[in-house]
């Protein structure tokens, strides 16, 4: 009954491991969506919501399988961004979520750890894809993100190789407040710096990011959040002299 017991216990981990890597694996797709939905009211520019949507569905479910037939059967055509990031991100995190369910996780901080490595790895692979790469000797402007994004694959894996090797701590608690937030507020900047301006942004963004704590204290949060947006407004347009917009557009018009 011990045994029956501790093995319903591995199971139910590996289901909730390999649930987390399909959402990391549909997490830049995810990212997407949800900032297209910023386009909708102005803010951003991009693919509207029901494009990223159609494309990535269309590209996970059949233009990354037809990519692939096509580069067997010798085909030499050029793949969307969209189907390449599906090839190499999400396939590979796809397998890796199916994998983990017939593993053994004996160190699960170490697994989790080093899978995460991998799908940052495989992320910058991506995004340096249609980057030039080596001419002869001489590096392009991929050719070290492409470099490092593969011996990071290499780092996460032996990481994630340990994991299964070696016993290890179980996954600790995680409190998902303090990074939930500090995303939040980040988001919150990129899609109002246009239509609101610095002062508008920075202040907002510093206080969205201090909900991410219980112990902060809201009178020295503003006042931090009023010193820091005063740096913002004096370094942005001034020392570094970017033309960002101060205010909101409504009164500036």
């Known amino acids: 009954m011990a045994d029956t017991m501790g ?47 159609i494309s990535h569905a269309t590209a996970l479910v059949a233009g990354a399988p037809g990519a692939l037939i096509g580069s067997i059967g010798g085909e030499t055509k050029k793949a969307s961004s969209d189907v390449l990031l599906a090839l190499i991100y999400s396939y590979p995190m796809f397998a890796v979520a199916i994998a983990s369910l017939f593993m053994t996780i004996r160190s699960a901080q170490d697994y989790v750890g080093g899978i995460v490595l991998m799908a940052l790895a495989l992320f910058a692979l991506w995004a340096s894809s ?30 994630a190789l340990t994991g299964l090797l070696t016993d290890g701590p179980a996954m600790a608690h995680y409190s998902w407040r303090g990074p939930l937030f500090v995303m939040a ?41 009023a010193c ?12 570094l002299g970017l033309p960002m917009p101060m205010f909101p557009r409504f009164l500036v018009q």
């Open 7 to 53: 093995h319903s216990a591995t199971a139910t981990r590996n289901t909730s491991v390999a649930i987390s890597f399909c959402l990391l694996a549909v997490a830049p797709q995810i990212f997407e969506f949800i900032w297209s939905i910023g386009t909708i009211f102005g803010w951003g520019t991009g693919r509207g919501p029901a494009t990223v949507l």
């Open 185 to 225: 507020a980040i988001l919150f900047f990129a899609l109002a710096i246009r239509p609101l301006g610095v002062v508008v942004s920075a202040f907002v963004s510093f206080m969205i990011a201090a909900t991410g704590s219980h112990e902060t204290r809201w009178l020295e949060a503003v006042i931090v959040g």
């Open 130 to 159: 249609d980057l030039q790469g080596m001419r002869g000797f001489s590096f392009g402007a991929g050719t070290a993100p492409r470099m490092f994004g593969g011996l990071l694959v290499a780092l996460g894996a032996g990481i």
């Open 228 to 239: 820091l947006t005063l740096g913002c407004a004096l370094l942005f347009p001034y020392v």
